[in-house]
């Protein structure tokens, strides 16, 4: 489900880690705009305010207490990304 604007979920998406069963829910800010680039050695996130807040959102998800090792989110271009965005997986890692 997209906005009008661009490629950004109007309503939160949910996303189940499968190997325990964990779900986690995503939301977006409704005018969302986020779009990612490869610049070779460089990755450039451009957003504006709303989109910004959503990153830090999925973000703060992810840290969240009880979220297991490898829990991520896939956003891709038409899936969350503006499109011609590059994919963007955001995942966590707690091992050193």
Partial sequence: MTSGNGSAPVESTRLTHVADGTGLQ????ADARIEVRSLGTEVVIEANAAGLRTLAGHLLVLAGDG?????????E?????????????LERDDDE
């Fill in 67 to 75: 979220v297991p090792d490898g829990a991520h989110l896939h956003l």
């Fill in 26 to 29: 995503f939301g977006w800010d």
């Fill in 77 to 89: 271009d038409g899936n969350g990304l503006e499109d011609g965005s590059v994919g963007l997986v």
